[in-house]
């Protein structure tokens, strides 16, 4: 009778000792394939980016997004304020608004060369609005159509081309329309100046 009573403990010890490697054996599995580390991925936001430029709208992409922005501000070599570049588009509408691309970035190349020359004044409002001997420098202003003129994004991308630094004006400082503009006037520009080229409506010319 103590032999079979010591038997059985001895066989439920023995089912208890393999239940239990058993039950740390499956968890040293569970362990042995888990990952080392885990990684987790964060979407960030893409955040619209300060690029000066024309204006116009464009678009970055980051991975597999892309994101559309507006360009936030104007790149100028010029330094112009805000004032200035107002009356520069204004100018350049009033002078050359049937002109194409190329003839408005000329007429915007002249109004930039006299702020950059000793022989004019220092900013583009100077410059616009200059009167000598009772003459505006430029017949807009003069016949007051300049303050009607309505700018274009034609005009804008023109101008801002410039002012990003692209100077096709050869160092012009003076342009005019012989078809429209004083005999006597044309007599002095052919007399008194360097002619470069025609281009559109009007004729450039630099100091002689």
């Known amino acids: 009778m103590y032999k079979r009573f010591l038997l059985q403990m001895f066989l ?63 790149e100028d070599k010029y330094g112009l304020s805000e ?44 410059v616009v609005f200059q009167n000598q001997g009772g003459v505006y420098q430029f017949s807009p202003i003069a016949n007051k159509s300049y303050y009607a003129v309505s700018v274009t994004e034609d005009t804008k991308a023109a101008v801002d081309r410039v002012l990003m630094g692209e100077d096709i004006s050869e160092g012009a400082l003076y342009f005019a329309a012989r078809k429209y503009a004083d005999s006597e006037k044309m007599r002095w520009f052919d007399r008194a100046l360097v002619r470069l080229f025609a281009y559109g409506g009007h004729e450039f010319f630099t100091a002689g």
Do not use: H
């Not at 009356?87 to 691309?101: H, R, S």
């Open 83 to 126: 004032e200035d570049y107002e009356i520069l588009l204004k100018i350049v509408q009033a002078e050359a608004g049937t002109e194409d691309e190329k003839g408005k970035m000329l007429v915007a190349g002249v109004v930039l060369n006299r702020v950059k020359s000793p022989r004019f004044p220092d900013t583009v409002r100077d």
């Open 12 to 74: 439920c010890n023995m089912l208890f000792c393999t239940g239990w490697f058993c039950v740390r054996g499956i968890q040293a599995n569970r362990t042995a394939s888990a990952p080392a580390f885990q990684v987790f991925f964060a979407e960030t936001q893409v955040q619209p980016v300060a690029d000066k430029s024309s204006g116009t709208s464009r678009k970055v992409a980051s991975g597999q997004r892309v994101v559309d922005y507006e360009v936030l501000e104007r």
